[in-house]
């Protein structure tokens, strides 16, 4: 008889509804399965029937056809698994169609018939919860996250057996367990224990509120990389539907940390400059997200960032244009969303020792001019904050820190967010003095007279672009934002002015001593 399973399948972070068909026909024993990825059809068909025989259950010598609908889409991954085991098991009479009724199932088997964790779960219950199912049953490892989607029925049995006997009494078990795991991580990097460096705590503070992205120059051991990692630490908590669409990403690419997943801190990627394209923006022959989608809604380090090969740099424009990355495959797209601040952190030249007052730099002048030409110029335009972080003196490393601590920071920072909030609220997506266009922000924010002649005078001295002149005026804005003032002033685009591009090799050496 044929059997028909609900089940479901991801684009991106989106899943859709996926029927799986089995038949079980007299006739020479042999398998086939259409719709599933060419290579994940052996390994499902072997990894079925094993879990099958090992549970105690029949595997007739029948000719079983498997069709996952929509057969045009090739589903990869390892999540039918249960529904196709389920489908055999109805197709050759060992369990009644009856049972399955309105429900879903989703999740990789073992060989003993265990359920294993699989990726992409809240994405499947959030679709399960809109398409009204009576219960989603998944393995166990994935209730934490799928309990996200609070008010769906979850069943998580533990092995195949279980489900089965379950299904036959009419009652499945609801899962236990279903916030558990979600407790706060024992992170505790504060901006507190920065010595020093008031400067820069000062600059990541208007990033953090305005949402800029920063680059970090100074020479090695100043401390680039401690300031960087305490971005999270001031920025405002996720909202819940942010929340979801992190934890989704993060499942989606199989790299979910139970440990902070209910905390709503932001995340913070850091990857290595010997990263690929495909790992940094997402990719590869089973599209997977990249950093940049991983760093969505929080904070995307890049240490040493001009030792990134200039081909990967550069693949970053088309996120940080456009807040998501698409990735054109022969049947279909994949997009995943991808708004991050980007931090920076380099060297001011080669050596790394430009600017700092203890140790002299040899580097010749054609050699800084090529290493700052690894960060091309429409990279370096959508940096909005470029910050000299100096080598911190002997005498204040002795000392100890007087700065804020990370929560009197970031409740600056929130309020700051609260303005922006009511100016940007007819904007969908727009959150922040960073993502606002610079056009309509001109127009639309009170500047002082003395203020608008400071930026003009500035604008013509340092023959600002029209994206640089609207690059201050955001920066501005943000510092105007945190001060809880509603006309830009004087001081407002003279610190604005401060974190400009260096756009000659001697900006930094300047600017530092
Ligand atoms: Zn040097």
Same mark, same amino acid.
């Given at each position: 008889?044929?059997?028909?399973?609900?089940?479901?399948?991801?684009?991106?972070?989106?899943?859709?509804? $996926?029927?799986?068909?089995?038949?079980?026909?007299?006739?020479?024993?042999?398998?086939?399965?259409?719709?599933?990825?060419?290579?994940?059809?052996?390994?499902?068909?072997?990894?079925?029937?094993?879990?099958?025989?090992?549970?105690?259950? !029949?595997?007739? #010598?029948?000719?079983?056809?498997?069709? *996952?609908?929509?057969?045009? $889409?090739?589903?990869?991954?390892?999540?039918?698994?249960?529904?196709?085991?389920?489908?055999?098991?109805?197709?050759?009479?060992? /369990?009644?169609?009856?049972?399955?009724?309105?429900?879903?199932?989703?999740?990789?088997?073992?060989?003993?018939?265990?359920?294993?964790?699989?990726?992409?779960?809240?994405?499947?219950?959030?679709?399960?919860?809109?398409?009204?199912?009576?219960?989603?049953?998944?393995?166990?490892?994935?209730?934490?996250?799928?309990?996200?989607?609070?008010?769906?029925?979850?069943?998580?049995?533990?092995?195949?057996?279980?489900?089965?006997?379950?299904? %036959?009494?009419?009652?499945?078990?609801?899962?236990?367990?279903?916030?558990?795991?979600?407790?706060?991580?024992?992170?505790?990097?504060?901006?507190?224990?920065?010595?020093?460096?008031?400067?820069?705590?000062?600059?990541?503070?208007?990033?953090?509120?305005?949402?800029?992205?920063?680059?970090?120059?100074? #020479?090695?051991?100043?401390?680039?990389?401690?300031?960087?990692?305490?971005?999270?630490?001031?920025? #405002?908590?996720?909202? !819940?539907?942010?929340?979801?669409?992190?934890?989704?990403?993060?499942?989606?690419?199989?790299?979910?940390?139970?440990?902070?997943?209910?905390?709503?801190?932001?995340?913070?990627?850091?990857?290595?400059?010997?990263?690929?394209?495909?790992?940094?923006?997402?990719?590869?022959?089973? #599209?997977?997200?990249?950093?940049?989608?991983?760093?969505?809604?929080?904070?995307?380090?890049?240490?040493?960032?001009?030792?990134?090969?200039?081909?990967?740099?550069?693949?970053?424009?088309?996120?940080?244009?456009?807040?998501?990355?698409?990735?054109? %495959?022969? /049947?279909?797209?994949?997009? =995943?969303?991808?708004?991050?601040?980007?931090?920076?952190?380099?060297?001011?030249?080669?050596?790394?020792?430009?600017?700092?007052?203890?140790?002299?730099?040899?580097?010749?002048?054609?050699?800084?001019?090529? =290493?700052?030409?690894?960060?091309?110029?429409?990279?370096?335009? %959508?940096?909005?904050?470029? $910050?000299?972080?100096?080598?911190?003196? /002997?005498?204040?490393?002795?000392?100890?820190?007087?700065?804020?601590?990370?929560?009197?920071?970031?409740?600056?920072?929130?309020?700051?967010?609260?303005?922006?909030?009511? %100016?940007?609220?007819?904007?969908?997506?727009?959150?922040?003095?960073?993502?606002?266009?610079?056009?309509?922000?001109?127009?639309?924010?009170?500047?002082?007279?003395?203020?608008?002649?400071?930026?003009?005078?500035?604008?013509?001295?340092?023959? *600002?672009?029209?994206?640089?002149?609207?690059?201050?005026?955001?920066?501005?804005?943000?510092?105007?934002?945190?001060?809880?003032?509603?006309?830009?002033?004087?001081?407002?685009?003279?610190?604005?002015?401060? =974190?400009?591009?260096?756009?000659?090799?001697?900006?930094?050496?300047?600017?530092?001593?």
């Amino acid at each position: 008889m044929l059997a028909s399973v609900r089940s479901a399948a991801l684009i991106g972070i989106d899943a859709y509804d $996926v029927i799986v068909e089995v038949d079980a026909a007299p006739g020479l024993p042999q398998w086939t399965i259409v719709g599933l990825a060419a290579g994940a059809v052996k390994e499902s068909r072997d990894r079925v029937g094993a879990a099958l025989l090992n549970s105690g259950f !029949e595997v007739p #010598p029948r000719r079983i056809t498997v069709n *996952l609908a929509p057969a045009d $889409v090739r589903k990869e991954g390892s999540a039918f698994d249960l529904p196709i085991a389920v489908g055999i098991l109805v197709a050759t009479g060992q /369990l009644e169609a009856g049972a399955l009724l309105d429900r879903m199932f989703v999740g990789e088997l073992g060989l003993d018939g265990r359920l294993r964790a699989m990726r992409g779960a809240l994405s499947v219950a959030r679709h399960a919860l809109r398409q009204k199912v009576a219960a989603l049953v998944l393995p166990g490892g994935n209730v934490p996250e799928a309990s996200r989607a609070s008010a769906l029925v979850l069943s998580a049995p533990e092995n195949l057996n279980e489900l089965v006997r379950q299904l %036959r009494d009419g009652m499945l078990q609801p899962a236990a367990g279903r916030s558990e795991s979600l407790r706060p991580s024992g992170d505790d990097t504060d901006f507190v224990d920065v010595v020093g460096q008031q400067a820069a705590k000062r600059a990541l503070e208007v990033a953090a509120a305005g949402g800029h992205n920063v680059l970090l120059i100074g #020479p090695p051991g100043a401390g680039k990389t401690m300031l960087a990692r305490r971005m999270p630490t001031i920025l #405002p908590a996720l909202s !819940e539907e942010e929340a979801l669409e992190v934890i989704a990403i993060h499942s989606v690419a199989g790299v979910l940390d139970h440990t902070t997943l209910g905390t709503g801190i932001r995340p913070f990627r850091a990857p290595h400059h010997t990263i690929s394209s495909a790992g940094l923006i997402g990719g590869g022959p089973l #599209p997977r997200p990249g950093e940049v989608s991983l760093a969505h809604q929080g904070v995307l380090f890049l240490d040493e960032m001009l030792e990134f090969p200039r081909h990967v740099l550069d693949g970053l424009r088309q996120p940080m244009e456009d807040a998501r990355v698409v990735i054109a %495959r022969a /049947l279909h797209a994949v997009s =995943y969303p991808a708004r991050f601040t980007l931090i920076g952190a380099s060297n001011p030249c080669p050596c790394g020792l430009t600017g700092d007052g203890h140790h002299g730099c040899n580097c010749a002048p054609g050699d800084i001019e090529r =290493y700052r030409a690894r960060l091309s110029a429409p990279l370096a335009d %959508r940096i909005d904050m470029h $910050v000299v972080v100096g080598a911190v003196a /002997l005498n204040e490393l002795s000392g100890k820190s007087t700065g804020d601590t990370s929560a009197t920071i970031r409740a600056r920072v929130e309020v700051a967010r609260i303005q922006q909030r009511r %100016r940007f609220a007819k904007f969908k997506g727009i959150s922040c003095n960073a993502f606002a266009n610079g056009r309509w922000l001109d127009s639309h924010t009170p500047v002082s007279r003395e203020a608008r002649t400071l930026l003009q005078n500035a604008a013509e001295r340092l023959r *600002l672009s029209a994206r640089g002149y609207h690059r201050v005026l955001k920066v501005a804005r943000t510092i105007a934002d945190l001060a809880e003032v509603t006309e830009i002033g004087v001081q407002h685009i003279g610190e604005a002015l401060r =974190y400009r591009p260096a756009t000659r090799s001697h900006d930094v050496e300047i600017r530092a001593s």
